[in-house]
């Protein structure tokens, strides 16, 4: 049964890709947006592989996941990949992860949970020596900061990888701390929450 979804993950997938790679020739939404964010393109592409815009609607599926299809109905969204490495250390696109232009806090990935990524990222959270994880609230806040540290995409399986990585945790500002420490729920007393120097308060 496992293979079979699988497999239906793997045609959406790829089909979806084929959508974006078709669509992803340069217009004005792209270098708008690409100016606006602020994002460096050989970073991007290095550690999230495509930016993309294409229209696009979304729908909520939990209470903290989403999904999204390309839709020529919908809103002008931005696309990026989710990219993991195999046994070999090959790149792989385990997902593809998009937010409304002018929404960027509401992302969503194409396969949602159980199916797709669960970070974007998972390069960073192993092998850190016992270093501070910087831990972003969205994709465009990841992207942003040259791709450094992850972002939690669902709900159960990000809350899993965090556990997974463990602490110390890093975050930007006080507000931060608190939603981290709400969404790593009773788990969070396991952990510890990072502020920058200036910022530094208990969460």
Request: aromatic fraction near 10%; charged fraction near 20%; charge should be negative.
């Amino acid at each position: 049964m496992n293979n079979f979804f699988n497999r239906i993950a793997d045609y959406r997938l790829k089909s979806m890709r084929q959508q974006i790679y078709a669509s992803a020739g340069p217009c004005p939404e792209l270098f708008s947006s690409l100016r606006s964010y602020r994002l460096d393109q050989e970073t991007v592409q290095a550690y999230a592989g495509i930016y993309s815009v294409t229209l696009a609607s979304f729908t909520k599926v939990s209470d903290g996941d989403a999904i999204f299809e390309i839709d020529i109905d919908g809103q002008p969204t931005a696309v990026i990949e989710a990219l993991l490495y195999d046994d070999e250390l090959e790149q792989q696109v385990a997902d593809l992860v998009a937010w409304p232009l002018h929404d960027p806090d509401n992302f969503a990935t194409a396969l949602g949970p159980h199916a797709g990524a669960d970070v974007l990222g998972v390069e960073h959270m192993v092998m850190r020596k016992g270093r501070p994880l910087r831990v972003y609230r969205t994709p465009l806040e990841w992207l942003q900061a040259g791709c450094n540290g992850c972002v939690p995409l669902t709900e159960i399986g990000g809350r899993f990888w965090l556990n997974r990585a463990g602490g110390p945790f890093l975050v930007g500002c006080l507000d931060e701390a608190r939603w981290l420490r709400d969404y790593l729920g009773v788990s969070a007393v396991c952990h510890c929450i990072l502020l920058p120097f200036n910022g530094r308060r208990a969460a």
